[in-house]
């Protein structure tokens, strides 16, 4: 059983207090925000007690602070609490900067406390089991890999911040760092990074937008493809989704969200036409990887994802950045 | 009677022409010559074509001439067509150097003599309904594009360094090249590259990826591997993802397929769309009868050339080049 403070009521924060109670029903939740009715929905729907964040701070009794505000907040929040003594998870990305998230880092190794980052899509199944079959060997040695994640703008950030890249990082570091990260876990270091992005602001179209490609090339001479969209029309039936395709020396895998689909539901109520897909589970990639981050503390063992390797995923994603702007390839060492 | 002579047989595309050929109304293949008799000889068994000695003898002899032989000896066919004053369709890439297409589309201007080039995608209806989707401004402003021509590692002369040039990148960049080049009236201005032989054990890459700069502002990515396994159910793809300001395009030219599976043969998908080559063929019977121009040019051929040559020159200096 923990005493839990969750920084940030916004979609993730809920997707954390739902997690931390299915966990353990047993888990006591604080919650921090400044919007009032985003922190009282929390606490309506999952028993959290709304609090202010030196409020949590001082308290002796809680042990875990869960950060699941804007990427620009992330750095004070979790020194801070990690000051104080407290166990800290981060979502990602951990930073928009790299010595940001060293500070980070530091402050943890300094504290004795755990530290954790939100790479969640390691936890994810089909991402889980590509890890399985390459170690299996079916498909040889993973030599290739294509990997789409997208879909329409975020625009629930508050204040529509994930449209402020200097607040957001924009689509290669608030999106496709997930991929970065499961691809350099996949197959290494990275070396040289090549890409473009096109960041529209609102007066060009409404809600924002913003698409990604990225060409990789890992140490070990392996390639990478990665495309990050914000760029699909807002309303869209299906409106997000990911696609991979890992070619190794002997085979391929391959999955994409247009088959990954259990129900398709289409339905036509008071003239209205909708239509939606889903493959729900009972399994929750989510709470598997808040419950290894518990699990870290309660047996004294290192984090799934450090800061370290939050740094290096981070890295991966600011160099593309970098390429996108110098309009040239960059090499992951320009950037430190 | 319309009657064509096919100079190499090479590309197994020729086959694919040879029979869509067969297929047609008031068509005779005049005959087939090929450096390699037992290639010739076999492919003319197989086809039911007469084999020829003499390239000259047969081009004399015909209307029209399809040239598909290795990507190395394409300016030979085509000089020898231009020579006796015939219409040529050339398989791509056009040439494996730049020097060898610009003496080919002189040849043939010389000689008022046309050439088409084989690029089947862009006859393609959804190319053509993705060409009306752009430029009605369905899409807004297109803003990026990323593309795939995958395929399988074919073997035989694609990996011979001299006669097919270089490997997947000189294989596999061209068509997607060329719908773009259509699809947005643009050219392809510069280009970055990194590939390499990652699969296979053979003397040229086969896996390649590109970052191309397009005359229009835009830039698209071009993954050009033969990486689709022996086991894969299909030879490749060509897919184009459009991103537009208003919306965005998935353009997958092969995807009208059925899923075949025997228990003799295993699994396969099996394509039930247009046949892209009888269309571009008919397009060529209208080149010769109709003296129609070419959808597909010389011009066409070596635009996408000239981004595969660059796209080798950028990974050999590891850094963006202008086409």
């Known amino acids: ?336 | 009677m319309t009657k064509i002579a096919i100079l190499g047989i090479a590309h197994m595309h020729g086959y694919s022409y040879a029979r869509a050929l067969k297929g047609m109304n008031d068509i005779e293949i005049a005959g087939l010559y090929d450096e390699d008799r037992s290639r010739m000889n076999r492919a003319c068994e197989d086809l039911g074509i007469k084999p020829c000695e003499h390239p000259e003898e047969l081009v004399a002899g015909s209307d029209g001439v399809i040239v598909t032989s290795e990507n190395s000896t394409h300016r030979k066919f085509v000089e020898i067509a231009a020579g006796a004053g015939k219409h040529v369709l050339c398989e791509k890439p056009i040439a494996t150097t730049v020097e060898d297409a610009e003496a080919m589309i002189e040849v043939c201007r010389r000689n008022n003599v046309k050439l088409q080039m084989a690029f089947p995608v862009r006859y393609s209806a959804s190319v053509r309904k993705a060409r009306e989707i752009v430029s009605g401004g369905l899409l807004g402003e297109v803003v990026s594009l990323v593309g795939t021509n995958h395929g399988r590692m074919p073997g035989g002369w694609f990996i011979d360094p001299v006669l097919g040039g270089g490997g997947a990148v000189m294989d596999h960049t061209v068509h997607v090249v060329d719908i773009v080049r259509w699809l947005l009236n643009c050219e392809f201005t510069q280009v970055y590259a990194t590939y390499g032989t990652m699969i296979h054990d053979i003397p040229v890459e086969d896996c390649g990826l590109e970052m191309f700069k397009l005359s229009t502002g835009q830039y698209m990515t071009l993954d050009c591997s033969w990486s689709r396994p022996k086991a894969h159910p299909y030879w490749g793809d060509v897919t184009l993802h459009i991103v537009g300001t208003e919306g965005t395009l998935f353009l997958d030219v092969f995807n009208s397929k059925i899923e075949v599976y025997s228990n003799e043969k295993g699994g396969r998908w099996d394509n039930y769309g247009d046949n892209l080559d009888s269309l571009m063929i008919e397009e060529f019977l209208k080149v010769l009868r109709e003296g129609k121009e070419p959808f597909t040019d010389g011009n066409d051929g070596l635009q996408s050339l000239k981004a595969v040559t660059a796209a080798y020159k950028s990974f050999r200096e590891g850094k963006v080049v202008e086409i």
């Open chain 1, 1 to 336: 059983m923990h005493s839990i403070a969750i920084l940030g009521a916004g979609m993730m924060g809920n997707v954390h207090a739902r997690a931390y109670k299915a966990i353990d029903q047993k888990n006591s939740l604080w919650i921090v925000d400044p919007v009032e009715s985003r922190a009282k929905a929390i606490s309506d729907k999952y028993g959290a007690t709304v609090a202010s964040f030196e409020e949590v701070l001082g308290k002796g009794g809680v042990d875990i602070v869960d950060i699941c505000t804007p990427t620009f907040m992330h750095r004070e929040l979790a020194v801070r609490a990690l000051e104080a003594g407290k166990h800290v998870f981060c979502e990602k990305p951990v930073a928009l900067k790299i010595e940001d998230a060293r500070a980070m880092d530091w402050a943890a190794k300094k504290s004795g406390r755990k530290f954790m980052v939100g790479h969640v899509v390691r936890f994810f199944p089909q991402y889980a089991r590509v890890g399985e079959l390459a170690a299996a060997g079916d498909v040889g040695e993973i030599v290739m890999a294509r990997v789409y994640r997208g879909g329409s703008f975020p625009s629930h950030g508050v204040g529509n911040w994930f449209a402020n890249t200097a607040k957001s990082g924009g689509v290669f570091v608030d999106l496709s760092i997930h991929d970065f990260d499961f691809l350099r876990k996949l197959l290494g270091p990275v070396k040289t990074v090549e890409a473009r992005s096109v960041a529209l602001s609102s007066e060009r179209k409404k809600d924002s937008f913003d698409h990604g490609m990225a060409i990789l090339r890992f140490e070990s001479g392996a390639l990478a493809h990665i495309e990050g969209s914000w760029a699909e029309p807002a309303g869209m039936p299906v409106n997000f989704g990911t696609f991979y395709e890992f070619v190794g020396t002997k085979g391929m895998i391959t999955n994409s969200y247009e088959r990954e689909t259990t129900l398709r539901l289409q339905t036509s109520i008071d003239g209205k036409p909708k239509y939606s897909q889903e493959n729900p589970a009972y399994f929750d990639p989510y709470t598997e990887e808040l419950k290894s981050f518990i699990l870290s503390i309660e047996e004294d063992r290192e984090v799934s994802v450090n800061g370290q390797e939050a740094i290096e995923s981070l890295r991966v994603a600011l160099a593309a950045n970098l390429s996108a702007e110098l309009l040239r390839p960059v090499e992951l060492s320009e950037v430190f």
